[in-house]
């Protein structure tokens, strides 16, 4: 109280607490209801990213597996095989309930698989085949016609209509199997197929003569039917070559058209009878069905198939014939898994990188939101306002916006793709879009009126910059060393080096750091680069220039669009390289895996190599030439015995094809010419092999031993990425003492697909084409996956390109429309109002995709070989780097979005007029 006892007003304003205000929510929001549409729609936008692109990569994974799966063929095929137990006693003896013994031991078997194991594979179909025997009688304009009889069975007989005729019936009785004379022809009715039939020119009753090449076994086939399959795309009947249609292969001496007879259950006795004993086997095969499996079950199906295998080698007691078991299946589903964990971190380094970039453009769209409401939040923190509540309701505003715009992303994603929502891709969103807006609002408001006080004095003044200083260097120190460790984490380990099943947020996050760090550094010199720009342009005379570099100083210290743009230049540099290293790489990949334009397998054949020669004098070969692969043949030497692939090539026309190729040189071919003293062939090991150059070695093939010795080191283009041994022709047949017959020719040129088109000796031969190749490697969905994936980053960041210029340039329209309207008072006319927009808009975009494309460039070069892109392109080394022209997009759109802007700009100021700016100074 004062002395005449009124009480004194402390204050001469009642200050008030502002609460959270339902109609100043609205209020603002309906004000600025346009930046935050466009903000809702970049938080959809990413929420739609970080939700689709895992459940796409998933899915990719499982296609990717399934096509892998049925590439393969029936190699991934789990067959069972064993033979049947000679009689004891050496007794021939007719199991006339073998059909039915064979069935109960496919159930045995299918009963004994392990739930995890039966679940991804199809009904087992059990064949009971013959040996081939060669067709004596009736005589046949087919080549060198052979049969062979056969038993098949899915849970009963396959489907047949019998056009003429019945099944094949029983054609001895158990007492006369006992007395049949050894070397007899044994009875036996079969049933053929119409196109068999036809081919063999035989009817119901007619009966066919074979034996095999020394007569030592002999048949009688009797024709009891003729049958139409009830569904001839039915995988069983391709278990057994021949059973519905005649199949001719190899070429000229090795030609043979290969028939097969069907076999009932009351025939299948006696053409068992008729073979030597244990000539005949029960296998049984389980095809897995692709659309059962999926990247979860590798680990498991993997080991069970291996769990088959190793079962299948235990001893077996009693001298009883070994089941085996041979299949692909568990190598294809690996390879199938480390393909797509390679995807899997190469789709979660772009998704970081765009992520990361959208959330920047999320912060430069807060930033213009608080920029428009400066007056607005010091006004309302004049007032009483306290930052608590501030913070409160302008969350509420950005909390909504999250919740409208992750909903409606989500959703989408949800509606085109299905699955499970991946929370650490969409956390980072929901925070930074609920967060990050009332965050800088609070702290403009805090520091527009009631903040910290200034340094009183000039020493304070310099300290306090001095911090300020030091804490950006702190930063930037800190993200400079995360981002070396990143990427030295990723050099050193690779993508698929990790074991997990999941990429490795550190290893994912590398790219993106070191475009960070480097964007971060390139903003340190931006502000000198102005400076100096000013200087220059001081001292002209004429006024534009020196306007636009002013200008151009005075807006260059927004950090938020810069490192964005940067980053985004940088990424969309980093996702061209991939996409054109990806597509070069296959185009390696598929000399490496054809060897040439074209090339054909055959039966080995001395033919061929008069093919070869026929082929090299057609339009538009540049060479062709005959050579022999054989898989595991046994070689022995100083680390004990391996089982090999065998190339054997004419080495010095080999190196001359491969010099009118892309494929690398071999120079190491001529090494295998060099004579050694004691006559033995030279040869080149694959580096897998781990012989020294010089060691003694023993090749055991086609029944000889030959002394080899090891001459080099085979290079890539030789060896396929196998263990191989590389030998000249013409010194394995000097070691031999005999021919070799080649059973591959490699053509090359423009006209090599239609030469061996047109010639006929090679209609029944197998043709790969290197075009065709490509087309069936680029059509897999992993291969399709990735790089549409690495497509869309790139659209996606050059949109985010053009928004943050666009935001940027509306955050310093109001200043830079006060400046140049001005300015037009004292005459400054529209070419050079644009010409000044232009000079302040351009420089820093311009830097920021300048040094963005050279960062680009530089991670393309660090981190190209870590991300494995060899298991997309389907090389075993990884590809080079190949850069592209789309990486020079970024700085085009930077400049077309800001000539754009400034027409727009130019275009809003014609309508001023010039007494409203005089009256209010500029709008």
Excluded: K
Excluded at 149 to 171: K, Q
Excluded at 613 to 639: M, S
Excluded at 783 to 793: C, E, H, P, Y
Aim: aromatic share 2%.
């Amino acid at each position: 109280m004062n002395r005449h006892g009124a009480h004194r007003r402390t204050d001469r304003r009642p200050r008030r607490q502002a609460g959270t205000s339902t109609a100043g929510v609205l209020g603002r929001a309906r004000a600025d209801r346009w930046p935050l549409v466009l903000t809702t729609l970049v938080v959809a936008l990413a929420a739609f990213l970080a939700t689709a692109t895992p459940r796409l990569v998933a899915a990719t994974g499982d296609a990717s597996l399934r096509y892998a799966v049925r590439a393969a063929g029936p190699a991934a095929d789990v067959t069972l095989r064993r033979a049947f137990d000679a009689d004891p006693g050496g007794q021939r003896t007719l199991h006339v309930d073998l059909a039915a013994r064979t069935r109960e031991a496919t159930q045995l078997v299918h009963a004994s698989l392990a739930p995890a194991l039966d679940a991804v594979l199809a009904e087992p179909v059990t064949t009971v085949a013959t040996l081939p025997l060669l067709v004596v009688g009736p005589g046949t304009d087919l080549d060198r016609p052979v049969l062979r009889t056969a038993f098949v069975d899915r849970a009963g007989a396959p489907a047949v209509t019998w056009v003429r005729g019945r099944p094949a019936g029983a054609t001895l009785s158990p007492q006369e199997a006992r007395a049949w004379p050894v070397g007899a022809p044994v009875p036996v009715e079969v049933g053929l197929s119409q196109d068999v039939a036809a081919a063999l020119g035989v009817d119901v009753g007619d009966t066919l003569t074979t034996r095999n090449e020394n007569a030592s076994v002999v048949l009688d086939a009797t024709v009891s039917g003729i049958f139409r399959a009830g569904s001839p795309t039915d995988p069983v009947w391709s278990t057994v070559p021949g059973l519905l249609e005649p199949r001719t292969v190899g070429t000229f001496l090795t030609r043979q058209t290969q028939l097969t007879g069907l076999l009932s259950d009351a025939s299948l006795p006696a053409a068992v009878l008729a073979m030597p004993p244990g000539t005949t086997s029960r296998v049984v095969t389980f095809a897995p069905d692709p659309d059962s499996l999926a990247q979860a079950d590798v680990a498991t199906v993997a080991a069970e198939v291996a769990g088959l295998r190793a079962a299948a080698d235990e001893p077996v007691p009693g001298g009883a014939s070994r089941t085996t078991v041979t299949t692909t299946l568990d190598t294809v589903l690996l390879d199938a898994r480390a393909r797509f964990r390679a995807a899997v971190a190469q789709s979660s380094v772009l998704l970081a990188g765009v992520l990361a970039v959208t959330l920047l453009t999320l912060l430069v769209a807060a930033a213009l939101l608080v920029r428009r409401r400066a007056t607005v939040l010091a006004t309302y923190r004049a007032r009483g306002a306290s930052l608590p509540a501030i913070g409160l309701e302008l969350g509420v505003e950005s909390v909504t916006v999250a919740a409208v715009g992750c909903g409606a992303g989500a959703g989408l994603a949800a509606l085109l793709v299905p699955g499970p929502v991946a929370w650490p891709w969409l956390a980072p969103v929901v925070v930074v879009a609920a967060l990050a807006p009332p965050a800088l609002a609070v702290r403009h408001a805090g520091a527009s009126t009631g903040g910290r006080r200034g340094a009183g004095n000039r020493t304070e003044r310099a300290a306090a910059a001095g911090d300020r200083r030091a804490a950006r260097l702190a930063v930037e120190a800190a993200v400079v060393l995360l981002a070396v460790g990143a990427l030295a984490a990723l050099r050193t380990r690779g993508v698929v080096d990790t074991g997990a099943a999941r990429s490795d947020p550190l290893l994912a996050l590398a790219p993106t750091l070191g475009a960070l760090a480097g964007a971060a550094l390139l903003l340190r010199a931006l502000p000198p680069l102005l400076r100096g720009a000013v200087r220059r342009t001081s001292g002209w005379r004429r006024a534009v220039p020196v306007l636009a570099a002013a200008r151009a100083q005075a807006s260059a210290g927004a950090a938020l669009p810069f490192l964005a743009l940067t980053l985004a230049t940088s990424l969309v540099v980093l996702g061209a390289t991939f996409v054109a290293t990806v597509q070069r790489g296959e185009v390696d990949a598929s000399w490496l895996a054809v060897g040439a334009d074209v090339r054909v397998t055959s039966e080995p054949d001395p033919g061929l190599t008069d093919v070869a020669a026929a082929l090299r004098t057609h339009d538009g070969v540049r060479t062709a030439l005959a050579g022999r692969v054989e898989d595991h043949v046994q070689v022995f030497g100083p680390r004990g015995d391996d089982l090999v692939r065998l190339v054997v090539l004419p080495s010095a026309a080999f190196s001359d094809l491969l010099a009118g190729t892309p494929l690398p040189d071999a120079p190491e071919l001529a090494r295998l010419d060099r004579a050694d003293p004691a006559g033995r062939p030279g040869v080149l090991l694959s580096a897998g092999l781990r012989v020294e150059e010089g060691a003694d070695l023993v090749l055991a093939w086609s029944g000889a031993r030959v002394d080899v010795r090891a001459v080099g080191t085979a290079s890539a283009v030789l060896t396929a990425g196998e263990d191989t041994v590389v030998i000249d022709r013409a010194a394995l047949e000097r070691a031999l003492g005999g021919s070799v017959a080649p059973d591959r020719l490699w053509v090359v040129g423009t006209g090599a697909r239609a030469a061996v088109a047109a010639t006929s000796s090679l209609a029944d031969a197998t043709v790969e084409t290197r075009d065709g190749w490509l087309a069936a490697h680029r059509a897999e969905p992993l291969t399709v996956g990735v790089q549409r994936l690495a497509a869309a980053a790139a659209v996606v960041l050059l949109a985010l390109t053009a928004l943050v210029v666009v935001l940027a340039s509306a955050t310093s329209a109001p200043h830079r429309g006060r400046t140049l309207g001005t300015l037009r008072t004292l005459g400054l006319d529209g070419r050079a109002a644009r010409t000044v927009t232009a000079g302040e808009l351009l420089p820093g975009p311009l830097l920021a995709g300048a040094g963005g494309l050279g960062l680009g460039v530089l991670l393309a070069e660090v981190t190209t070989g870590p991300l494995a892109l060899r298991l997309v392109t389907g090389q075993p080394t990884d590809p080079p780097v190949a850069l592209s022209a789309w990486s020079l997009t970024p700085p085009v759109v930077v400049t077309l979005t800001v000539l754009a802007l400034v027409l727009a700009e130019s275009s809003s100021r014609r309508r001023e007029r010039l007494g409203e700016i005089l009256r209010v100074g500029g709008s």
